[in-house]
């Protein structure tokens, strides 16, 4: 069975614990699935399923050509929102400010994936982190999005990409199997 694969950003290790806490509040009344892990907070660029060996290879070498163009950029939350039924989300997750250098990031690895052969996202890039997925039961007490929250207005500078691999059943879920830095200023 192959590997499954997925290029994201990394988060900034001092805002895993303030977003993990500022999650505890709109968990108090309802229930997911799977929290997510502070230390597999991420935003998604591109998932990528099985891939093997020679097919990660490739990649591997598209996307190192295309940050080592790159320059770091900052990244700014902005609060808490759900995908689905605004009062039991199926997905929770931190909200970012529009950023063009992130949306300039993912159209160019996009058009460097597809010319090696990799079926990229065709619905509309929405970055986020996802912070609990699978809505179970119970209700939100808070209207989403909430702007006014702890981790509304924190940045941190992206200075590089990461290839992630799944470990289902594992924790943390997701391994660090090659990063990519961006250039030097």
């Not at 160019?108 to 052969?117: D, N, V």
């Not at 702890?150 to 990063?179: C, D, H, T």
């Amino acid at each position: 069975m192959s590997n499954h694969f997925f290029l994201a950003i990394p988060i900034a290790e001092n805002l895993r614990s303030l977003l993990y806490e500022t999650t505890d509040p709109f968990l108090e009344s309802v229930c997911y699935k799977r929290r997510t892990d502070p230390r597999d907070y991420h935003i998604t660029l591109f998932f990528f399923g099985g891939v093997d060996e020679e097919r990660q290879e490739n990649l591997n070498r598209t996307v190192a050509r295309v940050t080592e163009k790159i320059s770091a950029f900052q990244v700014i939350l902005t609060g808490i929102d759900g995908f689905g039924e605004k009062h039991h989300p199926r997905v929770l997750f931190a909200s970012l400010a529009p950023n063009h250098s992130l949306e300039a990031l993912r159209e160019k690895l996009s058009r460097e994936l597809a010319e090696i052969g990799f079926v990229t996202e065709s619905r509309p890039f929405h970055p986020h982190i996802t912070l609990a997925k699978r809505w179970i039961e119970g209700e939100l007490y808070h209207d989403l999005p909430v702007m006014d929250c702890a981790v509304s207005g924190k940045s941190w500078e992206v200075n590089g990409i990461s290839l992630f691999r799944v470990r289902p059943g594992m924790s943390p879920q997701y391994q660090s199997v090659a990063n990519f830095p961006f250039r030097n200023k």
